[in-house]
């Protein structure tokens, strides 16, 4: 894999410690490139050379490799280790045949053989030293020492197996040992093997070394030994690891405590009483990290001497977060990322918090205390919990700037959408080390590769962003190289949040100054605009916000409002209320005014309205009142006569619902209230399509209903049959209310496999609503049953009720002087091969006036029709999807309809 994969290292430090040694190829990058896993520090990187022992072209190597993750901090090294026969090698090929090939993958097995002899001529040696007896034995054949074309030399196995008869075991204890310490050789860039008791060995030739203990990235002890050939000693002691309480007290700058402060102890979570006060149960020399949003963390070691604490956090308005990284990076490690920021935010004089998503799992109550957030990710995408922080975050008006590489590659790979919810981009395209410059007013001075020295130089893989045509964002950098209308960065400013998205790193910037510069110009932007808050009384309040030809609405119910980022000009705001006069005012934001507004609604004046229905000879219709997105009431009428109504200022809508008829909608808007009655002509017209069907199979288990497109193929199975219908479609437009289904002699409901379609008391409520007004309803459900064995509603309005929820039968059968008589088929689950399986029921009878319609061949009620003289009902549990004969399919929903239309049961 190409670049510095870090997340292998627990799987490397893992191997090592049970004495597996790990061997890999290089790469075949060519010079001044190496590949994960074999640049790794833990593993034996291999090079390659051909016949007359020159080094490969193609073979891969770095002179300047430095991996500094949360775990391994080392010193610049080189890769490869070592180097073997690697350009056009006779090898088996699948086939049972021979071919010859060339690449560091046909080096790897030459050392991988190595090993194996030396483990069979030294079998107490440890893995480290097996690694250790190979480079000892190496060739020389590069410049002189260890270099990117050889390693330490060209494989010799005589020449290491001379070394190996030649080192002295070295050996010793580390008093009170725990796994979380390693030994590391500084010389030879090799660690020890230590097992469970704390006691290590490792064999070494002459000379002089330094081995140090270290714990995670940090150095505990050094000693320095001089080997002269003969067995050595060691010794190392560490503190007796006691258990000990920490306690303290959280302070802001002022001495006031801080309650709910977070302190961090590993996987651990502690918190910070009323008084600031904590206490964490810990191990002497744990480190703990004490945070509150809004303030610079504190990280602490648990010492013994120190029991008590005394913290005084101090305030800043930014939080930077390195985002969990797990991809790779071809040309340097991604750890270089973090201490680029960090100085680049010391040198413009910003103080910041910092959290690691690899030490601490983010969220919103993290960032919420702060008012502007810059994340970045040195070499990968965003987490699902950074993604739901973030989108909590930018929801109550926060400012966040987002920085990395791979960021929007992810998104798209992963079908998710916060980027492009919230930034309004989108994008799989991709563009490696490329110039990027300024097209916004604010940045057009802004020019800068992306692939110079001073910086991380990691941004091979750079996002190309795409607006998406609806979006409001502002593109204000581009790559050089690229065509118009694909951009390299965009900010959005939405009056309710900022935030700045880049398609590559900002470590990637080699220049610090240009670095700088657009570092600060991001941050100053998250400080610029315009703040109101409104105060408002208790009830739900319509709030519409004008800016040029933008137009942001907002309903609440919240006594008080706030709106920031407002961009720097004049805006017109609207207050609106049912019963109430209209608020309107004016704000000018255009030097970041910020204001507080207090609205006082007064009562308005009644407008008469006269609604008069056109061409309706329904005995009955039903009326409602909309203000802006709320149903006021519903009224049954007489069409034939004319409905008044005293109406206050507002928009409204109203609707007309009559059976058998269109419904009608009329708006209006009142302004002021006049003298005259204002006139509402609705003309009605007749429905000629009396069947609506109800597609709610996508919003249960959506997954297995567009695998199995049930509601598709469903409706097809429909007009196949003859039957013309009106669709509605509960994806895209909601589960229909009262007055949709209410003009319709027939509805059918496709549940699918959706076990609430029947369940909650909003479709409940209107299901029933509609029956009771002479609606004729049937369902077909492969599910819902299964949360309805004991609903009351279902057998009130369906006359049955659940017996048993899996029977285990499949064979349908019709009755005798029925509709159904001599239909007989099977049911069929396209998904039981998977292990997901149907749960077909048993019914039985809650009303007398409920038929059976199927029943299984054991005679046991499968479905049932119900005619209680005002609706008639329909319960078929099963879909159309489960009956295989196409002709059976048509059969039974013909057999439907007309049984709802007539009534007519036996025969």
């Not at 391994?72 to 699948?94: E, H, L, R, W």
């Not at 017209?685 to 996508?698: F, G």
Request: with cysteine.
């Amino acid at each position: 894999m190409p670049g510095f994969v870090d997340f292998w290292t627990p799987v490397f430090v893992n191997a090592l410690n049970h004495n597996i040694l790990i061997v890999s190829s290089s790469g075949n990058e060519g010079n001044g490139i190496t590949n994960s896993p074999g640049n790794h520090p833990l593993v034996v990187g291999v090079g390659s050379y051909g016949f007359n022992r020159k080094p490969s072209s193609f073979s891969a190597g770095d002179s300047n490799i430095q991996w500094n993750s949360s775990t391994i901090a080392t010193a610049p090294y080189i890769k490869p280790d070592i180097s073997a026969p690697g350009s056009m090698v006779y090898s088996c090929v699948p086939g049972n045949s021979y071919e010859y090939y060339s690449g560091t993958s046909m080096s790897a097995p030459h050392i991988t053989g190595a090993v194996a002899i030396l483990k069979q001529a030294f079998p107490k040696a440890t893995a480290w030293d097996l690694r250790n007896f190979l480079l000892w034995g190496g060739d020389d054949l590069g410049k002189q020492g260890w270099d990117t074309r050889y390693g330490q030399g060209a494989l010799n196995i005589e020449k290491s197996l001379h070394a190996a008869r030649n080192a002295a075991l070295i050996h010793g204890t580390i008093q009170h040992y725990s796994d979380e310490y390693s030994l590391w050789i500084q010389e030879l860039q090799s660690g020890i093997y230590i097992n469970a008791d704390g006691h290590f060995s490792c064999h070494l030739i002459p000379g002089k070394y330094t081995i140090q203990l270290r714990t995670g990235r940090d150095i505990v002890q050094t000693q320095s030994i001089s080997v002269t050939g003969q067995k050595e000693i060691l010794g190392f002691s560490l503190p007796n690891p006691a258990q000990m309480t920490l306690e303290g007290i959280v302070l802001d700058p002022n001495g006031k405590a801080i309650s709910e402060a977070k302190i961090v102890y590993g996987n651990a979570v502690f918190h910070s009483d009323e008084k600031g006060h904590f206490t964490v149960p810990l191990q002497q020399g744990d480190d703990i990290i004490i945070r509150k949003s809004g303030y610079i963390e504190e990280r602490i070691q648990a010492k013994m001497e120190t029991s008590w604490l005394n913290i005084r956090l101090e305030k800043t308005p930014l939080l930077l977060v390195e985002g969990k990284s797990p991809y790779s990076t071809t040309i340097n490690p991604p750890q270089q990322a973090l201490p680029i920021y960090m100085n680049t935010l010391q040198s413009i004089g910003q103080s910041y918090a910092l959290i690691r998503c690899t030490e601490e799992t983010l969220s919103y109550e993290d960032l919420k205390g702060f008012s502007k957030v810059l994340l970045f990710y040195a070499s990968g995408g965003m987490q699902s919990n950074e993604m739901q922080a973030c989108s909590t975050y930018l929801d109550n008006g926060g400012n966040l700037i987002i920085s990395g590489r791979m960021v929007m590659l992810l998104e798209q790979f992963y079908r998710t959408n916060f980027l492009l919810q919230y930034a309004g981009i989108y994008s799989k395209k991709m563009i490696a080390f490329p110039s990027v410059e300024g097209i916004h007013p604010s940045y057009e001075d802004i020019l800068f590769p992306l692939s110079g020295s001073g910086g991380a130089n990691n941004q091979e893989i750079c996002d190309v962003l795409i607006k998406d045509v609806n979006a409001n964002c502002i593109p204000f950098l581009k790559y050089s190289s690229i065509a118009d209308k694909e951009y390299a960065a965009v900010m959005s400013n939405t009056s309710e949040y900022k935030l700045a998205f880049l398609g590559f790193g900002l470590e990637g910037i080699g220049l610090e100054s240009s670095r700088r510069e657009l570092l600060q110009r991001l941050l100053d932007w998250t400080d610029q605009g315009g703040k109101i808050k409104m105060n408002l009384p208790p009830g739900k309040t319509y709030i519409t916000m004008r800016r040029n030809h933008e137009i942001l609405e907002k309903v609440t119910e919240e006594t008080s409002v706030s709106f920031q980022n407002l961009f720097m000009d004049t805006y017109t705001f609207e207050l609106e209320r049912y019963g109430k006069k209209k608020i309107l005012f004016e704000c000018d934001f255009t030097k970041g005014n910020s204001y507080i507004a207090n609205a006082y609604f007064s009562d308005s004046g009644l407008q008469r309205v006269e609604i008069r229905p056109q061409n309706c000879s329904a005995s009955e219709a039903y009326f409602m009142v909309y203000y802006k997105d709320t149903l006021l009431y519903t009224k049954k009428y007489d069409p034939s006569t004319t409905i008044i109504e005293d109406l206050p200022q507002g928009d409204y809508l109203f609707c007309l619902s009559a059976k058998g008829y269109k419904n009608q909608y009329y708006k209006l808007s009142i302004q002021a209230c006049e003298s005259e009655p204002r006139i509402a002509l609705m003309e009605m017209q007749k429905l000629t399509i009396p069947v609506l069907v109800v597609d709610d199979s996508p919003t249960g288990w959506s997954l297995l209903d567009h695998y199995l497109r049930i509601g598709e193929y469903t409706t097809r199975w429909i007009e196949t049959s003859g039957i013309a219908f009106q669709h509605w479609s509960v994806e895209e437009k909601g589960f229909p209310a009262f007055h949709d289904v209410y003009p319709y002699e027939i509805v059918i409901h496709i549940a699918g496999r959706n076990p609430y379609a029947l369940y909650t008391p909003d479709r409940q409520k209107t299901i029933g609503e509609y029956l009771d007004t002479r609606g004729n309803y049937v369902i077909l459900s492969n599910s819902a049953h299964t949360v309805l064995d004991e609903s009351e509603w279902f057998a009130n309005y369906f006359g049955i009720q659940t017996k048993h929820v899996n029977i285990r039968e499949k064979t349908l059968v019709g009755l005798q002087n029925t509709p159904t008589e001599s239909m007989y088929f099977d049911l069929y689950n396209s998904l039981e091969q998977d292990g997901l399986y149907i749960t077909f029921p048993e019914f039985e009878p809650t009303n007398p006036n409920t038929k059976p319609l199927f029943q299984y061949a054991s005679q046991k009620l499968c479905s049932s029709y119900f005619d209680n003289g005002v609706y008639r009902a329909i319960y078929l549990p099963f879909g159309l999807d489960n009956i295989t004969n196409t002709d059976v399919r048509i059969k039974v929903v013909q057999l439907a309809k007309k049984l709802l239309e007539t009534g007519e049961y036996s025969q």
